[in-house]
């Protein structure tokens, strides 16, 4: 019902400016990040956009500059399937960028063929979550400075459809892709639960978010018969320009500012499943995450 009622609110719009703001967007080459990008650029921000593949990403800034009519986007090689990746971009954004007010964890992969990170996790988990709980940790500091500051990460309706295997995170006993996708939007969910904790009273708040079922290249990886269902789909399903709306919405929207740990839907608060609200899952998951990337983040 939630969902029916937020289809047929009207659409959310905010004319906020972030004159003298510094964002970075993860995998924004393309899809709702390349949108996101672009709508923060017009509002003011400076936009960094954080990709793996710099050929496509250099392409993707042209694009920003000219649908934004704004010159400060710039790229930066972020590959968040190698820890070694992930300490050297934000080493040169801790010792490049004064200030950091909005970090947006958007990449991610889905329902893929089995595969390892350069750090030994699965690919779904390593990117999705590992990768960017790593960077957030690496890039605290310099969003601390920054406060208020936001850190927005993308999860997925589909944190719904599985639980965390906390024996077996890297899917090493069985694979099923589309569990390992949910798993990996659950993370996100749990992760943004313990970050707002952690950051409550330093000014910097946390946004978890479904985007929509959006028409986007991570898609790809659907096999025949899911292509077909998709393809059925597709006339109501969002373009990428709307389902980065909820996103903008958590970056930027003023009645959030006191707001955190929460999930977000269509651009307003929605429900997520039993276990995004489980703190003790929570935990062990944090502790897990730590354990394995070898941070210390109490």
């Known amino acids: 019902m939630q969902a029916l009622r937020n289809f047929f609110r009207a659409a959310w719009s905010s004319d906020v400016k972030l004159d003298g703001k510094t964002v970075v967007i993860t995998g924004a080459n393309t899809g709702i990040g390349k949108e996101t990008a672009i709508d923060l650029a017009k509002r003011g921000a400076k936009v960094i956009i954080a990709c793996r593949d710099m050929e496509k990403a250099g392409a993707a800034v042209k694009e920003i ?79 601390k400075k920054s406060a208020p ?41 749990l992760f943004t639960r313990s970050l707002a904790k952690r950051l409550e009273g330093t000014g910097v708040t946390t946004y978890s978010l479904h985007p929509g079922v959006v028409q986007t290249e991570l898609w790809r990886h659907l096999n025949g018969p899911q292509q077909i269902l998709w393809k059925m789909a597709t006339p109501f399903t969002k373009n990428s320009s709307q389902g980065a709306q909820t996103t903008i919405y958590c970056a930027v929207e003023p009645s959030l500012e006191k707001e955190s740990g929460g999930y977000y839907s269509d651009c307003a608060p929605a429900n997520c499943s039993a276990d995004g609200k489980n703190d003790e899952l929570a935990q062990k998951l944090w502790e897990l995450s730590c354990r394995l990337l070898s941070v210390t983040w109490e």
Not at 172 to 189: G, I, R
């Open 65 to 143: 500059i000219e649908s934004s009519g704004s010159e400060n986007v710039l790229c930066m090689k972020l590959d968040l399937a190698d820890s070694k990746s992930i300490r050297e971009f934000a080493e040169a954004i801790n010792n490049g960028e004064p200030k950091l007010n909005i970090l947006i964890n958007n990449a991610g992969v889905m329902v893929c063929p089995y595969g390892k990170t350069a750090d030994g996790f699965e690919m779904q988990i390593g990117v999705n979550h590992m990768g960017h709980f790593l960077l957030t940790y690496l890039l605290l500091d310099l969003i």
């Open 149 to 189: 500051a936001r850190i927005v990460n993308v999860s997925s309706m589909a944190h719904n459809w599985s639980s965390i295997n906390l024996e077996d995170i890297n899917s090493e006993k069985s694979y099923d892709k589309n569990k390992a996708y949910s798993q990996s939007k659950l993370a996100n969910v």
